[in-house]
C-alpha cells in the first residue's frame, strides 16, 4: 500500500488549487520528507510551507504547539 502511494505523481495536478493552502511538514519526516512538501508548495500558488523542527512524521502530535501555533496563524490570516 505505502509503495503504490509513493508511485503517485499527483505534483501537476496541485497547480489547480485557488484556495489557500497551508503545508506543515515535520524536519525529520522520513515518510514525507521535506522536499516533497518543497514541491506542492511551488506547484500551489500562494500557499505556505511550514517546517517544524526536530518533529517526524506526526509532528501535530510531537510539536503540538508549534504545529498548532502555525495552523492558528495561518487561520487568522485575512
Known amino acids: ?10 505534483l ?8 489557500s493552502t497551508l503545508i506543515i511538514v515535520g524536519e525529520e ?6 522536499s516533497a512538501s518543497q514541491a ?3 506547484r500551489i500558488a500562494g500557499s505556505k510551507l511550514v ?3 526536530s518533529a517526524m512524521h506526526l509532528c501535530n502530535i510531537e510539536r503540538t504547539e508549534v504545529f498548532n501555533s502555525a495552523l492558528a496563524g ?3 490570516t485575512p
Do not use: K
Open 29 to 34: 519526516d522520513p515518510g514525507t520528507p521535506v
Open 74 to 76: 495561518f487561520l487568522h
Open 40 to 42: 506542492m508548495h511551488e
Open 51 to 53: 517546517i517544524i523542527p
Open 12 to 19: 501537476e495536478q496541485l497547480t489547480r488549487i485557488t484556495l
Open 1 to 10: 500500500c505505502t509503495e503504490a502511494i509513493r508511485r503517485l505523481d499527483y
